[in-house]
């Protein structure tokens, strides 16, 4: 594992990454690459329900929606009301499943002493592919901006990307300090 030191920024204490760094449950960091890479993150956005938990999810739906029909067993009126109720369960599944296809979007931000990517893949397999300097790379952070608060971007290169954008605002001003500490110290 890499090395760890704590500074003091802001009153907050927060780590100091020199070579690698384990996160917390959102970043998540590779610990096998190359020894010049300085930080490796993977960013995705927060999914609360995990596939088991679907599973449990629909079971105990399907049970609940049979439960005012069997009354209705061997009359026509339960054929007139089960169509509604598989309908409203196919459905369930069907939302949940594109909602777990939306969760294949991440980005992946390196930073090594002499180039940061970041690479976004989007849900539907598109990949966006940015690399600066760090040297030359300046971390916007816009806590009031038109479209989000806390508003992260990195501009170098000639360009300006967003970061994050699925993350929640303080989750971004975490993120903002990590990128902050490993830039200043190259």
């Known amino acids: 594992m890499g090395q760890t030191g704590y500074s003091l920024i802001n009153g907050?204490?927060?780590?100091?990454?020199?070579?690698?760094?384990?996160?917390?449950?959102?970043?998540?960091?590779?610990?096998?690459?190359?020894?010049?890479?300085l930080l490796n993150l993977k960013l995705w956005p927060n999914r609360s329900l995990s596939k088991r938990d679907f599973s449990t999810t629909i079971f105990?739906?399907?049970?609940?929606?049979?439960?005012?029909?069997?009354?209705?067993?061997?009359?026509?009126?339960?054929?007139?009301?089960?169509?509604f109720s598989i309908a409203t369960i196919l459905l369930l599944v069907f939302l949940?499943?594109?909602?777990?296809?939306?969760?294949?979007?991440?980005e992946k931000i390196t930073i090594q002493s002499n180039l940061i990517t970041v690479e976004r893949v989007e849900a539907n397999g598109t990949v966006k592919t940015w690399q600066s300097n760090p040297y030359w790379t300046k971390v916007n952070f816009y806590e009031r901006s038109e479209k989000v608060e806390n508003y992260l971007t990195l501009s170098g290169q000639g360009k300006e990307i967003e970061?994050?954008?699925?993350?929640?605002p303080s989750e971004r001003l975490e993120l903002k300090q990590k990128i902050e500490i490993v830039i200043s110290n190259i």
């Open 12 to 37: 907050l204490n927060i780590k100091k990454y020199v070579v690698e760094q384990l996160m917390d449950d959102l970043f998540k960091t590779a610990t096998k690459g190359d020894s010049n890479t």
């Open 163 to 168: 970061i994050g954008s699925f993350l929640a």
């Open 60 to 83: 105990y739906t399907a049970i609940g929606m049979m439960i005012p029909i069997i009354p209705f067993l061997g009359d026509t009126t339960f054929f007139a009301i089960l169509p």
């Open 96 to 106: 949940v499943k594109l909602n777990y296809k939306s969760a294949e979007l991440h």
